[in-house]
């Protein structure tokens, strides 16, 4: 639903971060609510950014690539992230992936033909106790086996 | 504690010593330490790195840099410490009293070269064919750790990680990026960044644009300008070169250096164009200039410059430049291409002709503010001591007239009274009537600066200007009052001042006159002048106007920066007054980081005023009228000087329209396009017999000329400039004059051509430094300035004399120089510039960052890729109104005359107000502007016209015929013809 919507106004940026302007450090609040609300950061929010914070149009950009959590074009209807950290690769979580992506036929952040799943990668999400992880629409998942992703992707409708 | 862009160097050091001491020099109690076995004493606060160059033993470093905050990123100056455990980064490390550092070991050399290594693997090694060969501070590094081998190549299989090669064994390498070649002055090669974030350091720190970042993290940092979208041209770069000075390789390079090679020798000079007077080192192979540097040693700049002075000086070598003299018998014949001897014979056949048939007083000169000081002195000499009169004005006086008047009044002399390091003391910067981002930008970064540690900034104009709100700068307020209405805030402000009793009393009782204090506390606590009373009139609200008024009295130091829109009005010399009575009233004077500030358009204004060129007053600021001055003259000149004042150039003008004045000697001006009412200034132009130009090029003016003598630029002259800080610095010559005279030889070629027609005895100087003696030994503000002093001290600040050798950078610091400081009264009185139903919006004019005044240097540089016409900004409401969309063409209409030129809708012009900028003579804005000038001095009233704007879809009948008749005047027959 996100891959078709039209890029946000001005007017909408502003009604979505201006709310967060008096906290203290308020830009990555503001990228998160950006983020939360259309699913990415478009290009458009950044002069929209620079200009309430005062700031310059390249520092801005400089936040949003520093973090790889946040992205510049829409994601798929749902979210997938798979741990590719140490403890969750040596529990099994690279042949899960690997399977994943293969079963998709997409490689990491892609994003299937249907529009209703993209897959990325994560390093730890502090669940090295239920290893392998995955999170789901930011809901985390423990212990991923291939019945698991089976139904997270069903759910998914991927 | 307050550093400096560039810090200034410790007592005791090389005057001249240019080497990279890594981190700023601090001020601070003394701490003494050990490295590599000397003992150096250095202020606290101070790096190891810094103590360690101190000490003469240069650390290896890559990221850090002296005129920036150390930022440790490059661990290549690692160094040991005893006690300390682990090798701590010199540039992030402070001194501590005893310490014993070890800058060399095995344990250190190892690092060092292991870091090299990893720098170099990602680095290609095409040094030989590199622009920055012989120039690089990272081939310097790989040399001072002894780097002989990278062990890290290139996989077999060619899945390469790097940021290099264009290709991997994939194909197209996904981490190579291609060069950035959109700036028109330098590249951006990212292939050959090591990402030591100095060039986004410097953008932040030193120039105050944040147009850099680095984009990504890890392995994918990389240097961006702007956003993915953006260019370097796009991006909210301004070009002022910082990050290319800053970058150690070739990463951001100079595009003259690509094309002309490393340059082997260089002069230090000074900037040509506005009034801040930034030292440059200028660059050359021979006598082919390769670029022009900032001089880190440069009191003005500190290091730095902008678009201006460091990339456009390429007008020099343009092919309009004209380098043979040309004359003509009239101004519809094609010019005529002579030797230097005949074209002087035939102006002083032509003056002397006119003085016989008119009179003594029916000819005279225009000073430059662009030439130096003993050039200007030279012409004003030849008006007073061979036309015998004077007949002498300049092109302050359609800028800082005013300020000469006004603060003469109050202060006892016209000049700014601190210099610019000043700026770094100040807690609350009032800019009035001044758009210093554009107009002098090297002044606004140190502002920047300053303003981004924390000082407070009022700013007072019509506009929304950059430096109102920009990346981390914020104005506390911001009073955009209507045009023509300065007089009235300036004197609300006073207002608050008083009647809420948060003058100075002190300061006042024992600096200033109290009887007129007394006067002017009457005049000014009438509620008339309330703010509340006059907000219908000026449009500011009147909490604003009230908050700024306490802020500025109660701020702390609290300075004035000023510009031309306070002066160029009919009240402009009141509006002045009205500023010297507000540091005044508030004790804002006579010490660092207060005072009032004219910011200077032209690089040498101060001078040219200095040096004599109003026709009143004789160098030094004397009236003719006076005797005993005249006698000092008389006596050096061996001639009478007339004691009557002389023509302003208004009256020059009239006078020619009325048929009195016919002769004129314009060195280095161009009246037609920079002074107001263009078809006033055409018809006493085209009413002259003998108009001669002395410019670099046909300019505007010389479509009216009979004689033309090719002038000479900067690059190619000796003298001296005074910027706006009084500073009386060298321009040094670079290169033999194109033209085949220096500016001041031509003038002495003119006068003795004219003294051998009346018999005179001729002049005989051979070098700017006779004439620099002749000034200090008739000036008493100059008596101490010789060339073999300013070789010495690089540069003073006048008054340099007996009692103060090494010149004054702080005036008024014991007593005004005119003992008592003199309050005066300052009514508002309207300008006869009204809207009404037929003009009604009110234009105002001013530069932008890339031209500057009438544009011909600045037009004929690379600088038109961001600035390629004049626009109209206009506010979108009155656009509606209109039916006028962004970039439509519109007509601009006044009273006096009308032009076309593209609109821009933008709402940093309050409603009821537009803009233009003056830089092309294509649109000619001074068409529009009237006749209307200061009550005192005669300043046109540029800011302030009343105009209508529609839609158009072609250029003005008076465009059309002007540009006619100037194609039609600048034929030139070469002599072989």
């Given at each position: 639903m996100h891959v078709h919507a039209p890029a946000p106004t001005e007017e909408e940026i502003r009604g979505v971060v201006m709310p967060l302007a008096s906290l203290e450090g308020p830009l990555l609040p503001m990228l998160h609510a950006v983020q939360d609300v259309w699913g990415f950061v478009p290009q458009g929010a950044v002069p929209v950014l620079a200009d309430i914070l005062n700031l310059g149009r390249a520092e801005v950009h400089g936040v949003i690539s520093f973090y790889h959590d946040f992205r510049d074009h829409p994601t798929?209807?749902?979210?997938?992230?798979?741990?590719?950290?140490?403890?969750?690769?040596?529990?099994?979580?690279?042949?899960?992936?690997?399977?994943?992506?293969?079963?998709?036929?997409?490689?990491?952040?892609?994003?299937?033909?249907?529009?209703?799943?993209?897959?990325?990668?994560?390093?730890?999400?502090?669940?090295?106790?239920?290893?392998?992880?995955?999170?789901?629409?930011?809901?985390?998942?423990?212990?991923?086996?291939?019945?698991?992703?089976?139904?997270?992707?069903?759910?998914?409708?991927? | 504690m307050r550093d400096f862009i560039i810090p200034q160097y410790p007592p005791g050091a090389e005057p001249h010593d240019d080497r990279d001491m890594g981190t700023p020099a601090k001020v601070g109690l003394p701490v003494t330490l050990t490295v590599d076995g000397f003992a150096i004493t250095v202020p606290e606060g101070t790096s190891v790195m810094r103590a360690a160059a101190e000490a003469g033993i240069m650390v290896p470093k890559l990221c850090a840099s002296d005129n920036m905050e150390a930022f440790g990123s490059c661990r290549l100056c690692v160094v040991e410490i005893e006690g300390r455990r682990g090798t701590p980064a010199s540039c992030t490390t402070p001194v501590?009293?005893?310490?014993?550092?070890?800058?060399?070991?095995?344990?250190?050399?190892?690092?060092?070269?292991?870091?090299?290594?990893?720098?170099?693997?990602?680095?290609?090694?095409?040094?030989?064919?590199?622009?920055?060969?012989?120039?690089?501070?990272?081939?310097?590094?790989?040399?001072?750790?002894?780097?002989?081998?990278?062990?890290?190549?290139?996989?077999?299989?060619?899945?390469?990680?790097?940021?290099?090669?264009?290709?991997?064994?994939?194909?197209?390498?996904?981490?190579?990026?291609?060069?950035?070649?959109?700036?028109?002055?330098?590249?951006?090669?990212?292939?050959?960044?090591?990402?030591?974030?100095?060039?986004?350091?410097a953008c932040e720190e030193v120039q105050g644009t944040f147009a850099l970042t680095i984009e990504g993290r890890g392995f994918d940092s990389r240097v961006r300008a702007g956003t993915p979208e953006d260019s370097f041209l796009t991006?909210?770069?301004?070009?002022?070169?910082?990050?290319?000075?800053?970058?150690?390789?070739?990463?951001?390079?100079?595009?003259?250096?690509?094309?002309?090679?490393?340059?082997?020798?260089?002069?230090?000079?000074?900037?040509?164009?506005?009034?801040?007077?930034?030292?440059?080192?200028?660059?050359?192979?021979?006598?082919?200039?390769?670029?022009?540097?900032?001089?880190?040693?440069?009191?003005?700049?500190?290091?730095?410059?902008?678009?201006?002075?460091?990339?456009?000086?390429?007008?020099?070598?343009?092919?309009?430049?004209?380098?043979?003299?040309?004359?003509?018998?009239?101004?519809?014949?094609?010019?005529?291409?002579?030797?230097?001897?005949?074209?002087?014979?035939?102006?002083?056949?032509?003056?002397?002709?006119?003085?016989?048939?008119?009179?003594?007083?029916?000819?005279?000169?225009?000073?430059?503010?662009?030439?130096?000081?003993?050039?200007?002195?030279l012409v004003q000499k030849l008006t007073r001591a061979v036309f015998g009169n004077n007949n002498t004005d300049t092109c302050a006086r359609v800028c800082h007239s005013p300020t000469g008047y006004g603060l003469g009044k109050t202060y006892g002399t016209s000049a700014g009274t601190q210099d610019f390091d000043s700026v770094e003391q100040a807690d609350v910067v009032v800019i009035i009537g001044a758009n210093p981002t554009d107009g002098h930008p090297?002044?606004?970064?140190?502002?920047?600066?300053?303003?981004?540690?924390?000082?407070?900034?009022?700013?007072?104009?019509?506009?929304?200007?950059?430096?109102?709100?920009?990346?981390?700068?914020?104005?506390?307020?911001?009073?955009?009052l209507k045009p023509g209405t300065n007089v009235a805030v300036v004197t609300a402000m006073a207002h608050v001042i008083v009647t809420e009793g948060l003058f100075d009393q002190d300061f006042i009782r024992t600096r200033c006159d109290w009887d007129e204090f007394q006067f002017y506390v009457d005049f000014v606590s009438d509620p008339r002048h309330a703010p509340e009373n006059v907000e219908l009139l000026t449009g500011v609200p009147a909490a604003d106007l009230r908050a700024a008024a306490r802020l500025y009295a109660t701020g702390g130091n609290g300075a004035i920066y000023y510009g031309l829109g306070v002066t160029e009005h009919s009240q402009g010399s009141t509006t002045v007054i009205g500023i010297a009575n507000l540091a005044m009233l508030t004790g804002n004077i006579g010490r660092v980081g207060v005072g009032v500030n004219p910011l200077r358009g032209q690089n040498n204004v101060q001078g040219a005023c200095d040096m004599g060129s109003f026709p009143h007053e004789l160098p030094g600021y004397r009236h003719v009228k006076l005797p005993d001055v005249r006698a000092i003259f008389e006596k050096a000149w061996n001639?009478?000087?007339?004691?009557?004042?002389?023509?302003?150039?208004?009256?020059?003008?009239?006078?020619?329209?009325?048929?009195?004045?016919?002769?004129?000697?314009?060195?280095?001006?161009?009246?037609?396009?920079?002074?107001?009412?263009?078809?006033?200034?055409?018809?006493?132009?085209?009413?002259?017999?003998?108009?001669?130009?002395?410019?670099?090029?046909?300019?505007?003016?010389?479509?009216?000329?009979?004689?033309?003598?090719?002038?000479?630029?900067?690059?190619e002259k000796d003298g001296t400039f005074t910027n706006a800080e009084r500073r009386i610095n060298r321009v040094r010559k670079v290169m033999a004059p194109r033209n085949g005279y220096e500016d001041w030889e031509v003038t002495q070629l003119l006068a003795n051509a004219l003294l051998k027609e009346t018999g005179g005895a001729a002049w005989h100087y051979t070098h700017p430094r006779q004439i620099m003696e002749e000034i200090a030994a008739t000036t008493p503000s100059f008596a101490g300035v010789t060339y073999d002093v300013l070789e010495e001290k690089g540069s003073v600040q006048w008054p340099c004399n007996e009692s103060v050798p090494d010149g004054t950078p702080l005036m008024h610091v014991d007593g005004f120089v005119s003992g008592k400081g003199h309050f005066m009264v300052t009514e508002y009185v309207a300008t006869d510039e009204r809207t009404g139903p037929r003009f009604p919006l009110l234009l105002t004019t001013g530069r932008i960052l890339a031209h500057y005044n009438v544009g011909a240097q600045t037009r004929r540089t690379d600088n038109v890729a961001w600035h390629p016409e004049d626009i109209l900004e206009i506010n979108p409401h009155d656009a509606e109104q209109r039916g006028v969309k962004d970039g439509d063409w519109v007509r601009l209409a006044s009273r006096a005359g009308e032009?076309?030129?593209?609109?821009t809708l933008t709402d940093r012009v309050a409603a009821g107000v537009v803009y233009t900028t003056f830089h092309h003579p294509a649109t000619q804005a001074n068409v529009v502007t009237t006749d209307f000038s200061d009550w005192a001095t005669n300043c046109p009233e540029f800011k302030v016209t009343a105009v209508q704007v529609s839609p158009s879809n072609g250029p003005t009948d008076w465009q059309e015929r002007y540009s006619e008749q100037a194609e039609r005047s600048r034929r030139i027959l070469t002599a072989a013809e």
């Open positions: 798929g209807r749902h979210v997938l992230k798979i741990c590719r950290a140490e403890a969750c690769q040596a529990m099994g979580g690279h042949a899960i992936a690997q399977s994943t992506l293969q079963k998709l036929g997409i490689g990491w952040h892609g994003t299937t033909p249907n529009g209703a799943l993209t897959v990325e990668p994560v390093y730890c999400l502090g669940m090295c106790a239920c290893a392998p992880a995955a999170m789901v629409d930011g809901k985390v998942v423990g212990r991923v086996d291939e019945a698991r992703m089976h139904r997270i992707l069903a759910e998914a409708g991927a | 501590t009293e005893g310490m014993v550092v070890h800058t060399q070991s095995d344990k250190l050399r190892r690092m060092r070269k292991g870091v090299m290594e990893l720098y170099i693997s990602d680095h290609p090694l095409d040094c030989l064919t590199c622009a920055a060969n012989g120039d690089c501070e990272l081939q310097d590094m790989a040399g001072a750790v002894g780097l002989r081998d990278v062990r890290y190549q290139a996989p077999e299989d060619r899945t390469l990680l790097n940021h290099f090669a264009r290709r991997d064994g994939a194909g197209v390498n996904a981490h190579y990026v291609p060069k950035d070649e959109s700036n028109p002055y330098f590249t951006f090669d990212p292939a050959k960044c090591i990402v030591c974030s100095r060039c986004v350091r991006s909210d770069c301004v070009s002022c070169g910082a990050c290319v000075q800053a970058c150690p390789t070739a990463t951001l390079q100079e595009k003259s250096v690509i094309e002309l090679g490393t340059p082997e020798r260089s002069v230090i000079t000074t900037c040509a164009y506005c009034g801040v007077g930034c030292s440059f080192k200028a660059e050359l192979n021979g006598d082919q200039l390769v670029r022009m540097v900032p001089y880190k040693h440069g009191k003005a700049n500190r290091g730095h410059s902008c678009v201006k002075g460091r990339f456009a000086y390429g007008y020099a070598q343009h092919k309009d430049r004209i380098l043979k003299p040309m004359i003509r018998d009239s101004i519809d014949q094609p010019w005529r291409e002579v030797e230097w001897p005949e074209a002087m014979a035939f102006a002083a056949a032509r003056l002397k002709g006119i003085q016989e048939k008119y009179g003594r007083k029916s000819v005279g000169v225009i000073t430059s503010s662009r030439c130096t000081n003993e050039e200007t002195y090297v002044f606004a970064s140190r502002l920047k600066k300053r303003l981004r540690d924390g000082a407070k900034l009022i700013v007072v104009d019509p506009r929304r200007t950059d430096i109102v709100r920009s990346a981390h700068v914020e104005a506390q307020y911001h009073l955009p001639c009478a000087i007339d004691p009557e004042p002389g023509l302003r150039i208004p009256n020059m003008l009239d006078a020619a329209v009325e048929g009195t004045f016919k002769g004129l000697y314009c060195q280095g001006e161009d009246i037609l396009q920079s002074d107001p009412d263009t078809h006033h200034v055409a018809a006493g132009l085209a009413a002259m017999e003998c108009v001669i130009v002395h410019d670099l090029f046909l300019n505007e003016t010389a479509n009216y000329a009979h004689v033309f003598l090719p002038g000479s630029t900067f690059l032009t076309t030129l593209r609109a």
